[in-house]
């Protein structure tokens, strides 16, 4: 029986780091936890909901979030300039007073900044989003991961596995597909590794994307 873990919990403390910093006691541990998956819920639907049709996708690598006693600082890595970036001041404005109702913390301040991703297309959860939308616009599962392994071939990865589960291509019996490009080592810690899940809802059913990236390592 296969016994699977988190690549990304596997690797905390060599070659990964944590995406939220921030100390509690064990009792208010469980309401700090929430508060960062209301931050995040929050700034991925604002993207949404903001982001231009032509664009296709949100493009966010992923939010770290760092807390004080008096401030909470979140950083949100984004791949391509969409809405977000363009109107970048009011942009940041208008999605930091809704970040803060959405909190409802009087004694804390909010700061939001924006980083660029420089190779979006080496970022796991970007590509998973790319394939996601190539999925809904009925493209083959077998063209959507030859062409996001074709484009993170150009951003000096060595080797990325994808795998896509649930009623493919609208069939009867789901069923897991996948396709490796290269070294992905995952038993070795010192490999780093990066790693998604991301559920797209089709109109078949709810399709499961995972994907492996190997970034450097032995």
Known sequence: MGQKINPLGFRLGTTQNHHSFWFAQPKSFSIGLQEDEKIRDCIKNYVQKNMRISSGFEGIAHIGIQKRIDLIQVIIHIGFP???????????????????????????????????????????NI???????????????????????????????????????????????????????????????RAKIDHCSYTVRTIYGVLGIKIWIFVEGK
């Open 82 to 124: 969409n809405l977000l970036i363009e109107g970048r001041r009011r942009g940041i404005e208008e999605l930091q007073t809704n970040v803060q109702k959405e909190l409802n913390s009087v004694n804390r301040r909010l700061n939001i900044a924006i980083t660029r991703v420089e190779k979006p297309y080496g970022q796991p």
């Open 127 to 189: 590509l998973a989003e790319y394939i996601a939308l190539q999925l809904k616009n009925r493209v083959s599962f077998r063209k959507a991961m030859k062409k996001a392994i074709e484009l993170t071939e150009q951003t000096d990865t060595k080797g990325i596995q994808i795998q896509i589960a649930g009623r493919i291509d609208g069939k009867e019996i789901a069923r897991v597909e996948w396709i490796r490009e290269g070294r992905v080592p995952l038993q070795t810690i």
